[in-house]
């Protein structure tokens, strides 16, 4: 069967390996022998297994992690040579994007063309922007004041400082850059990392371990251990030797970790879920926002944290925004993400394909229309892009995250109408505007209760802008100078001279 791929052949030398974990300097099986089967999910297929850690293989990862932070030649490397280490790790991910994005596309089904371009390039620029990061590291210089010793003199400082071993896990829809938006940072301040990938994508956050040691980083920095988020997800983040969780995933999980977090003040980033609104003003060129609308819902096939999956439009649009949408979405072509002429590939699993063709169906039995899509198929996971109209606001559809190429769209009347239809949703993860009347665009983006909103765009993300959530979509964020706060703590001085 991988004879007959089009990859590259280090891709296919990639998957015929026997694949490991990677704990300190060491690629090794899981304590107990077990293993865990991925699949491609094109074609429903198990591509191969790696192993299925427990809770004492995560305790070995832990522990060269905490080795590696405390006292190694990590612990003692310059700035300078941090700098350069995440530079030479972005090369090498440069000289390797293609096998990359086959490899991403292979586990996880989005185009390979595409995975190249948005995936593993977003990746590279944010490490050389974090790069940047590993010299500008800064305390600062305080005059205290001590009223009860005026006589005495004192110097005070406050020292930024890398947080220490930090426990990283993951979901599956862009499996390698949510884990180099946790390790750029965490490789810019001097922290150690422990990475779970996604149960059913491991295959690139191995190859990134391959690189991480290509590049020459000391044993272990970063180490990989796969597994079930129930034995090594929950063994990682109830880990006392870990001083920082930065998790991406469910709303559901994120509570768990967070309160697994709190029991040992372990600091904590949680990036979860979303259902960000798209708005179409009246006077927005209307053709521009109904192929941004499209995009912002249909892109990695809607899986998409800050996915544009509720469009409001201005009334006297809505029939022609809808007619558009529904044209583009009928002339996509699905299928395996290896052919370049696909717009749009499955979805991850059967689990997923059947819940979100559950909720296609809740919103029939409710008396939804179904202005396109609505169908599954296979092999593979696939659901063709949907959009559905005549749905109350308060309806499930509308309020919860489908996470699939489903979108829900209603009318609105003014602009008070459309802030508050916005709003009035558990997540705020992103918004997105389509309008010229920057005046009243201006007006609107305060009154917006998300972490990112983007005008006349959607889901366009940039390393320098911070990314996360208000609401249920998350605690902290990740890009930006916020990511090296996040990663590092303050320490206090003060010395009497
Ligand atoms: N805000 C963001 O930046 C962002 C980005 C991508 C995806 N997401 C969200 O991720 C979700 C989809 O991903 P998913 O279905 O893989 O999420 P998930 O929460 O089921 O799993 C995410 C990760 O957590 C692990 N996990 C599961 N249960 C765990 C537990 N009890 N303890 C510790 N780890 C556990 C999984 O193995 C996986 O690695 C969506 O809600 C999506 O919005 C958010």
């Known amino acids: 069967m991988l004879a007959d791929l089009p990859i590259l052949p280090q891709t296919r030398a990639f998957l015929s390996r026997k694949r490991q974990m990677l704990i300190g300097e060491q690629w090794q099986d899981a304590a107990s022998g077990n293993t865990m089967s991925f699949r491609n999910p094109a074609t429903g297929e198990v591509l191969g297994d790696v192993p299925s850690a427990g809770a004492e293989d995560v305790d070995r990862a832990v522990q060269a992690a905490r080795q590696a932070f405390d006292d190694s030649p990590w612990s003692r490397l310059r700035p300078r040579e941090r700098q350069n280490l995440l530079w030479k790790l972005a090369d090498l991910m440069e000289r390797d994007a293609q096998e990359l994005a086959e490899l991403e596309c292979l586990n996880n089904g989005k185009s390979a063309a595409v995975a190249q371009v948005m995936d593993v390039q977003l990746a590279i620029d944010f490490f050389r922007y974090m790069a940047g990061w590993a ?16 006589d005495e003199q004192f110097h005070g400082f406050i020292r930024r400082e890398a947080v220490g071993v930090v426990g990283a896990i993951v979901a599956w829809n862009f499996p390698l850059l949510l884990a180099c938006w946790k390790l750029g940072p965490a490789l810019a301040t001097g922290c150690t990392v422990v990475l779970k990938p996604a149960d059913e994508t491991p295959l690139t956050a191995l190859k990134l371990a391959e690189l991480v040691l290509e ?50 003040m372990t600091r904590v980033t949680l990036e ?159 918004a997105s505007i389509w309008s010229n009347d ?57 010395i009497r001279l």
């Open 135 to 150: 010299t500008k590291i800064e305390g600062c210089t305080v005059s205290p004041s001590l009223p009860l010793m005026p």
């Open 215 to 264: 590049a020459g980083y000391p044993a272990g920095v970063f180490n990989v251990i796969t597994g079930t988020g129930l034995n090594a997800g929950v063994a990682l983040t109830r880990h006392p030797g870990v001083d920082k969780l930065t998790f991406t995933g469910s709303t559901e999980v994120g509570k768990q970790i967070g309160k697994a977090a709190m029991d040992n």
């Open 272 to 430: 979860l879920g979303g259902k960000s609104p798209t708005l179409v003003l009246a006077d927005a060129d209307l053709q521009q926002a109904a192929a941004g609308a499209a995009n912002a819902i249909f892109f990695n096939q809607g899986q998409v944290c800050c996915a544009g999956s509720r469009l409001y439009v201005q009334r006297k649009h809505f029939d022609n925004v809808i007619a558009d949408i529904a044209g583009i979405a009928n002339g996509m072509k699905l299928g395996n993400g290896l052919d370049p002429s696909v717009a749009m590939g499955p979805l991850i699993s059967a689990r997923q394909q059947e819940r979100v063709s559950g909720y296609i169906e809740l919103g029939r039995e409710l008396g939804a229309t179904i202005a396109c899509g609505g169908e599954s198929f296979g092999p593979g996971y696939f659901v063709k892009p949907t959009v559905i109209v005549d749905v109350d606001q308060k309806h499930r559809l509308v309020q919860e995250e489908i996470f699939g190429p489903v979108l829900v769209a209603m009318p609105f009347d003014d602009l008070d109408e459309a802030v508050r239809l916005a709003n009035d949703n558990p997540y705020g993860l992103g």
């Open 438 to 494: 920057l005046g009243a665009v201006h007006k609107m983006i305060p009154r917006i209760k998300s972490g990112s909103v983007w005008v006349n765009c959607h889901s366009a993300l940039d390393p320098a802008l911070p990314f996360g959530g208000y609401k249920l979509s998350g605690v902290g964020r990740e890009m930006g100078a916020a990511a090296i706060e996040h990663y590092t703590e303050l320490k206090s001085v003060l």
